[in-house]
């Protein structure tokens, strides 16, 4: 089908620069026929261990990456040692997201990693695992290294379980997750800082990670193998610049507060094949998510004005964009519109004192009254320490999180999760 003819021209404020996602490459293993190396998605891997391929086991009854064969001695297996081209890693912010089984590991190794050109070198970038603790460590540009480390072992049974690791430079946080529980999280000092590969090789994919049969009593028949890796993904996280366009034939996207609400209003010249508007909404201008779609009018030559009214806005400032899709699946977005309205402006974590010596800890939640939260307590090292619910609407009047002497001397960010909000602020003990 021909494709949309849409015209977008942004007469308010717009963003000059996000941080925008995009895949680098995706793996599911799932077709046989094109074998171990080939991608979903990017380019092929350049090379694979010697005992590595496609095995039964994978995410819903498919296949996946795993040793072809376990033995019978207890003996490791060679590593899985997956080889991608490393160039194509040399990104600002990362998103590594993949399904791993441990059971036949030994449970150490790495579960993506970018090697040193000098191989004898640590990694330059790893994901891995340590005694079964999910670890992971990069530098950045401005020389700072940063280290996190799980307190939650990865799971040991024999199944596949989400794993992922993500670096927004936009922010300065550096997240890993086991399934949806962030396991560790940590957060430089200074944001914007993009992550160095001066000196990386090649990425990959199960690196030094071998495998053993764990099964208890020893058979003459070897074990099946199960998969180690299915649907793993590599996503780049980087700056793109957003150049305004001039109007056209008097067509707009705007976007504006009005009281508790946000108000976007756009107009097309002409349509071809339109079938909807996908209104997207964002907390970071980032990751977007469809919260609404309107009818459009499929072939039209005339102006045509449209308008959405969002009645629960995020808290703090949100981002909108305006996507255009046509009958046959294809479509166009707009630039992004950054608003804040007076309902999002209402809530804010204050914490005191933020210097404790000998003192206990205080959190008030301006602005929200009734529900309820939950706390967290992170060192900067990314382990959470202590975590509990706390009643929104004795915040909201100032209730007491922390006893004194309850945590030991050092560094530590206290985080508040409400109404899908976070909201972050340092702690120092001494």
């Known amino acids: 089908m021909k494709k949309s003819l849409l015209t977008f021209a942004l007469l308010i404020y717009s963003l000059t620069s996000i941080y925008a996602q995009s895949l680098i490459c995706e793996f599911d293993w799932n077709d046989m026929a094109k074998g171990a190396?080939?991608?979903?998605?990017?380019?092929?891997?350049?090379?694979?261990?010697?005992?590595?391929?496609?095995?039964?086991?994978?995410?819903?009854?498919?296949?996946?990456?795993?040793?072809?064969?376990?033995?019978?001695?207890?003996?490791?297996?060679?590593?899985?040692?997956?080889?991608?081209?490393?160039?194509?890693?040399?990104?600002?912010?990362?998103?590594?997201?993949?399904?791993?089984?441990?059971?036949?590991?030994?449970?150490?190794?790495?579960?993506?990693?970018?090697?040193?050109?000098?191989?004898?070198?640590?990694?330059?970038?790893?994901?891995?695992?340590?005694?079964?603790?999910?670890?992971?460590?990069?530098?950045?540009?401005?020389?700072?290294?940063?280290?996190?480390?799980?307190?939650?072992?990865?799971?040991?049974?024999?199944?596949?379980?989400?794993?992922?690791?993500?670096?927004?430079?936009?922010?300065?946080?550096?997240?890993?997750?086991?399934?949806?529980?962030?396991?560790?999280?940590?957060?430089?000092?200074?944001?914007?800082?993009?992550?160095?590969?001066?000196?990386?090789?090649?990425?990959?994919?199960?690196?030094?990670?071998?495998?053993?049969?764990?099964?208890?009593?020893?058979?003459?028949?070897?074990?099946?193998?199960?998969?180690?890796?299915?649907?793993?993904?590599?996503?780049?996280?980087?700056?793109?610049?957003?150049?305004?366009?001039?109007?056209?034939?008097?067509?707009?996207?705007?976007?504006?507060?009005?009281?508790?609400?946000?108000?976007?209003?756009?107009?097309?010249?002409?349509?071809?094949?339109?079938?909807?508007?996908?209104?997207?909404?964002?907390?970071?201008?980032?990751?977007?998510?469809?919260?609404a779609r309107v009818k459009g009018a499929g072939n039209s030559m005339r102006l045509l004005s449209y308008n959405f009214t969002d009645n629960a806005p995020l808290a703090g400032t949100a981002y909108y964009r305006i996507k255009q899709v046509d009958t046959d699946g294809s479509s166009e977005t707009s630039k992004v519109m950054a608003i804040t309205t007076e309902a999002a402006m209402a809530t804010e974590m204050q914490v005191y004192p933020t210097l404790v010596q000998g003192q206990a800890v205080n959190l008030k939640l301006n602005g929200a009254t009734t529900g309820q939260a939950e706390l967290s307590i992170l060192s900067f090292g990314g382990n959470v320490v202590r975590t509990k619910t706390i009643d929104v609407a004795e915040a909201a009047a100032g209730t007491q999180v922390l006893e004194n002497g309850e945590l030991s001397k050092g560094a530590y960010i206290v985080m508040l999760t409400h109404n899908g909000e976070t909201f972050r602020k340092k702690l120092i003990v001494r």
């Open 37 to 291: 190396q080939a991608a979903k998605f990017g380019k092929a891997a350049k090379q694979k261990g010697l005992q590595t391929g496609v095995v039964a086991g994978g995410a819903d009854q498919t296949t996946g990456l795993g040793i072809l064969k376990l033995n019978n001695s207890g003996k490791e297996t060679a590593p899985i040692d997956f080889v991608l081209e490393g160039a194509d890693f040399n990104v600002d912010g990362l998103e590594v997201a993949m399904q791993f089984n441990a059971y036949n590991t030994t449970g150490n190794g790495e579960l993506f990693a970018r090697l040193h050109r000098n191989t004898s070198k640590e990694p330059v970038f790893r994901l891995g695992i340590r005694n079964f603790k999910l670890q992971a460590r990069f530098t950045l540009a401005n020389g700072e290294v940063v280290e996190l480390q799980s307190m939650k072992p990865v799971s040991t049974e024999n199944r596949l379980t989400f794993y992922s690791f993500r670096y927004t430079p936009e922010t300065g946080e550096a997240e890993v997750y086991i399934g949806t529980e962030l396991v560790a999280y940590y957060v430089v000092e200074e944001k914007n800082v993009p992550m160095d590969w001066t000196a990386a090789g090649d990425a990959v994919i199960g690196y030094n990670l071998s495998l053993v049969n764990s099964k208890k009593k020893r058979t003459k028949a070897k074990p099946s193998a199960v998969a180690t890796f299915d649907n793993f993904s590599v996503s780049s996280i980087e700056s793109e610049q957003i150049i305004t366009p001039l109007p056209v034939e008097f067509v707009e996207v705007n976007a504006k507060a009005k009281g508790k609400q946000a108000e976007l209003s756009w107009a097309t010249a002409s349509e071809t094949n339109n079938a909807y508007f996908a209104i997207e909404r964002s907390h970071n201008g980032v990751h977007f998510e469809e919260i």
